[in-house]
């Protein structure tokens, strides 16, 4: 029985670790913005005919990075794993998704944190794992009111 758990808590460990990167790659974002305009980066995933992933962001250095890191870290045949991962640096966790049973097939809609890193850091994640008008999406916006 104590093998078990093992292996259950040893495959749990890469989702945890995935995630809290993926926060800390938002927490990197959001520390390198130096004004109070809001910054957005849209990544864009697509399994069919082949694996692919795109990021849409403006020419802001922190923008370029983060995307950088979202199309290299990210799932690029199930967007409810991104959403899910991203859902959880807001503080909504348990989303399950892709692998977990039951789990969550189609995900659209907006979260906002309005004190992601410190009160005045806002993060707001828009997202659609199945629009009906082009590729799965989610979108990270991140605005500094203390930089105003």
């Not at 808590?9 to 974002?29: T, V």
């Not at 005919?49 to 995307?67: F, N, R, S, V």
């Not at 992601?116 to 605005?143: Q, R």
Request: proline share 5%; glycine share 4%; net charge negative.
């Amino acid at each position: 029985m104590k093998r078990l758990w093992f292996v259950l808590a040893l495959a749990a460990l890469p989702c945890i670790s995935r995630a809290d990167d993926m926060c800390a790659a938002f927490a990197r974002f959001a520390k390198a913005i130096s004004d109070g305009e809001p910054h957005t980066v849209k990544l864009l995933t697509d399994w069919f005919p082949e694996p692919k992933a795109a990021c849409q962001h403006t020419d802001y250095i922190p923008g370029i990075e983060l995307c950088q890191w979202l199309v290299s870290h990210s799932s690029m045949e199930f967007m409810t794993i991104n959403i899910g991962r991203a859902l959880e640096c807001a503080g909504i966790h348990r989303v399950a998704t892709h692998g977990q049973y039951p789990h969550v097939d189609s995900l659209a809609g907006k979260v906002s944190s309005d004190n992601f890193t410190s009160k005045d850091v806002s993060l707001v994640i828009e997202f659609d794992s199945s629009p009906t008008d082009g590729l799965p999406w989610l979108s990270v916006t991140i605005t500094r009111f203390d930089k105003k």
